[in-house]
Nanobody, 124 residues
Framework: VQLQASGGGLVQAGDSLRLSCARS????????IGWFRQAPGKEREFVAA????????YYADSVKGRFTISRNSAENTVYLQMNSLKPEDTAVYYC??????????????????WGQGTQVTVSS
């Protein structure tokens, strides 16, 4: 089982992108789905997460108000709408399935089924 992230690209500062996270087989039955990103030379960092039951959302302070995470149960897909993009948002974005308790939802080691990631590049 793997999660497939897509939708990345090269955009200018202020533009928008929508990333998608789809499961290769089966349905999402875990606690939630999270988005993380990793820029060159930096550690992987939490971006946003959504709990599958109830749709509760969580965001990193750096993206709050600009990014929106959502889910489409019928399509078995999680989306990350990214608006007002900044050069510092440049990174490879990954989605993964949360496997831990709620308090770990921002911690990457509590996630599994990482996909290959999708590159987002924001030029100034």
């Amino acid at each position: 089982v793997q999660l497939q992230a897509s939708g990345g690209g090269l955009v200018q500062a202020g533009d928008s992108l929508r990333l998608s996270c789809a499961r290769s087989e089966g349905t999402f039955s875990n606690n939630g789905i999270g988005w993380f990103r990793q820029a060159p030379g930096k550690e992987r960092e939490f971006v946003a997460a959504i709990r599958w039951s109830g749709g509760y959302t969580y965001y990193a302070d750096s993206v709050k108000g600009r990014f929106t995470i959502s889910r489409n149960s019928a399509e078995n897909t999680v989306y990350l709408q990214m608006n007002s993009l900044k050069p510092e948002d440049t990174a490879v974005y990954y989605c993964a399935a949360h496997r831990g308790i709620l308090s770990t939802i921002r911690i990457d080691t509590s996630y599994a089924y990482w996909g290959q990631g999708t590159q987002v590049t924001v030029s100034s």
